[in-house]
């Protein structure tokens, strides 16, 4: 049994219409999870990669720019 109160009017559902209440919920809280899963994934790849290629490529770049700057 799911009772919801909103404005002073009680809502009762029962038997199979509380169960499919229940599913639903579950299966949206269910997508949202992995949404937010999918989204943190994709940001730890995004900011590891960068740590990964980004940063020694940038190294490389001012270690080539100060062995070929002119001395004068």
Same mark, same amino acid.
């Given at each position: 049994m799911?009772v919801?109160?909103?404005?002073?009017k009680?809502?009762?559902?029962?038997g199979?219409?509380a169960?499919l209440?229940?599913? &639903?919920?579950?299966?949206v809280t269910?997508?949202?999870?992995a949404?937010?899963?999918?989204? %943190? &994934?994709?940001?730890?790849?995004?900011?590891?990669?960068?740590?990964?290629i %980004?940063?020694p490529v940038?190294i490389?770049?001012a270690?080539l720019a100060?062995?070929l700057?002119?001395r004068?």
């Amino acid at each position: 049994m799911i009772v919801i109160s909103r404005n002073g009017k009680t809502t009762v559902f029962r038997g199979w219409r509380a169960w499919l209440v229940g599913a &639903l919920v579950f299966a949206v809280t269910t997508i949202l999870v992995a949404l937010c899963a999918v989204v %943190a &994934l994709g940001i730890a790849l995004t900011v590891t990669l960068l740590v990964c290629i %980004a940063v020694p490529v940038a190294i490389g770049v001012a270690l080539l720019a100060s062995l070929l700057r002119s001395r004068s």
